[in-house]
Nanobody, 124 residues
Framework: EVQLVESGGGLVQAGGSLRLSCAAS????????MGWFRQAPGKEREGVSC????????YYANSVKGRFTVSSDNAKKMVYLQMNSLKREDTAVYYC?????????????????WGKGIQVTVSS
């Protein structure tokens, strides 16, 4: 059974940090690019960041560049999103997702495996 399970979310003050983790199972992890998406209330889901299976190259949405860092550990089948200098507008449900494409993008349609999501709330 394919599973992507997010953890590490919660409530944090603006300017603070959180580290999201995603544990993968049920598929060949190192053959998949991994992405992070988020959906804020009343908004569409958007691609935040991803890391490619081919060469570890990364993608970041403009809104998080310089603040978020994505990484993965193939041995542990884990992907992480380190979020620093958090802003209120980062408040959203964050999703981990897997894509069979070797080079990742922030396009949701390229991802066929999804976690259930985890809430991140940034207070002022």
């Amino acid at each position: 059974e394919v599973q992507l399970v997010e953890s590490g979310g919660g409530l944090v003050q603006a300017g603070g940090s959180l580290r999201l983790s995603c544990a993968a199972s049920g598929f060949t992890f190192d053959e998949y690019s991994m992405g992070w998406f988020r959906q804020a209330p009343g908004k569409e889901r958007e691609g935040v960041s991803c890391i490619s299976s081919s060469d570890g190259s990364t993608y970041y949405a403009n809104s998080v560049k310089g603040r978020f860092t994505v990484s993965s550990d193939n041995a542990k089948k884990m992907v992480y999103l380190q979020m620093n200098s958090l802003k209120r507008e980062d408040t959203a449900v964050y999703y981990c997702a897997a894509s069979v494409y070797y080079t990742c993008t922030g396009y949701e349609v390229e991802y066929d495996k999804w976690g259930k999501g985890i809430q991140v709330t940034v207070s002022s």
